[in-house]
């Protein structure tokens, strides 16, 4: 079955409320967003890769098929068996990357776009936790779901066995096979180049 929309660092915890608080202040999606304008300036590279780069990888090229899976911001369980025989898009990221906020919007577009088309989308959240995922959703207009894999690391190994996962944000394209067929290193700027890697993957025969 495929994941309803919805449905589909991490160092210390703090209690749920103060969480909540503190990201609805730190959570802004307004210009002054110091995040935001920290990576703008060039002075948050620790977070992305120096060089924006897209990859596509031939089919005859592409390595095992990935399993991978883990639990969403919402307590649901999800396994990429569930969206096996659709492409799928892996976003890697975490609320507190500068260039993460600035695709999220790109990265939404792009999924209303396609979600007609046998296509799912699912981030996989690096470093934080529940709460603060679901904020972060909120305050950007995210309606995919996301892994919450900061405490397990279980899908991002599962992804470094077969292909480099950079610092965020990295999103790949999965053929419907399970495969990696393309990866973007670093935010998607627009949505054009994902959805034409997107389109590319959906032309192939399972």
């Known amino acids: 079955m495929s994941v309803p929309a919805r449905t589909l660092r991490g160092a210390r ?3 749920a409320a103060a969480l909540a608080a503190a990201l609805a ?3 802004s ?3 002054s967003d110091p995040t935001v304008d920290a990576f703008k ?4 590279k620790a977070y992305t890769s120096a060089d924006f ?5 031939p089919a005859a090229k592409r390595k095992a098929p990935v399993y991978f899976g883990g639990v969403t911001e919402d307590g649901e369980k999800f396994s990429s068996d569930d969206i096996r025989g659709e492409v799928a898009v892996v976003n890697f990221w975490y609320a507190g990357c500068g260039p993460c906020r ?4 790109d990265l939404e577009a792009t999924w209303q776009k396609h979600r007609g088309d046998d296509v799912q989308f ?3 959240n690096i470093y934080d936790q529940a709460d603060t995922a679901k904020a972060f959703a909120k305050t950007y207009g995210v309606t995919y779901p996301s892994l919450i894999d900061a405490t397990t690391g279980e899908a991002k190994l599962a992804f470094a066995a077969v292909t480099p996962i950079q610092a965020p944000p990295t999103t790949l394209v999965l053929d419907r096979q399970g495969r990696v067929s393309a990866r973007i290193i670093g ?3 627009g949505t054009s180049i994902l959805s034409t890697l997107i389109a590319d993957a959906l032309k192939e025969k399972a």
């Open 102 to 105: 600035i695709e999220a919007k």
């Open 25 to 27: 202040v730190g959570l």
């Open 187 to 189: 935010p998607i700027d």
């Open 122 to 124: 699912i981030g996989v």
């Open 41 to 44: 300036n060039g002075e948050e």
């Open 29 to 31: 999606a307004c210009s």
């Open 53 to 57: 780069r897209v990859e596509s990888i």
């Open 13 to 15: 915890r703090l209690g």
